[in-house]
């Protein structure tokens, strides 16, 4: 049962174009989201977040949409650089507990020069 | 400013061994949690503690895994007698508080390979 899905394995966009990539998720008790983006052989590294009472958060080319009533998120990368290039995971936690991540299967993001 | 720590980074086991993966968080940060990813796969929730405490280990296969965090050295993630299926890469990652408005910090990772 997965709860957060990524639908498109992979993308592939021009340099200085915009690049979309799309989450949905399933549970209705997540209430905050997370990108990542990981590198072969590295860790992911956190990108940028929202909160379920926000349906838009911004950090310099990186912008995060929320559609709560779709249950749907999407990051945008407004120019895509070449060193974007890499795979993307869209993560949700659940209210209460502990801070565990649940995490799509992610998007793995081509730029080309 | 070192970040998370994993040891090793590839590690070969037969099957039937035990593998111990280690994790020392970045400074000052005192939740630890573990995640694995198959291949071609997200990363799943595997465990999450605290000094001495195991705050949430749902994500944790019901046998041959256990994980420690003691009060001094790293956190350790525990496999006995290792299976081909437990190859996998194991990340740790670390935050120093309860709020994830700024996400976890991950290590690199350690790759598993059972042969």
């Known amino acids: 049962d997965q709860q957060v899905k990524q639908n498109s394995p992979s993308l592939s966009v021009q340099e200085g174009r915009i690049s979309i990539l799309n989450c949905d998720y399933t549970?209705?008790?997540?209430?905050?989201f997370l990108w990542y983006k990981k590198y072969p052989a590295e860790g992911p590294t956190f990108l940028i977040s929202i909160s379920s009472i926000k349906d838009k958060n911004e950090d310099g080319r990186f912008t995060v949409f929320l559609n709560k009533s779709a249950k749907h998120l999407s990051l945008h990368i407004v120019p895509s650089q070449p060193g974007d290039s890499a795979v993307y995971f869209c993560?949700?936690?659940?209210?209460?507990?502990?801070?565990?991540?649940?995490f799509g299967k992610g998007t793995k993001l081509t730029v080309n020069p | 400013n070192a970040g998370v720590m994993q040891n090793p980074r590839h590690l070969v086991r037969r099957r039937g061994q035990e593998a111990r993966l280690r994790c020392s968080p970045m400074k000052g940060h005192s939740h630890v949690y573990w995640y694995r990813q198959l291949p071609e796969e997200g990363l799943k929730f595997m465990v999450y503690l605290q000094k001495e405490n195991i705050i949430d280990e749902s994500g944790m296969p019901k046998e041959r895994f256990s994980a420690e965090f003691p009060k001094e050295g790293p956190s350790i993630l525990r496999i006995q007698q290792v299976v081909r299926g437990d190859s996998a890469a194991y990340f740790c990652?670390?935050?120093?508080?309860?709020?994830?408005?700024?996400?976890?910090?991950f290590g690199s990772g350690t790759r598993l390979t059972v042969v």
């Open positions: 990652a670390s935050s120093s508080r309860q709020v994830l408005n700024y996400g976890y910090t």
């Open positions: 549970n209705s008790m997540f209430d905050y």
């Open positions: 993560a949700a936690s659940a209210a209460g507990g502990s801070e565990k991540l649940v």
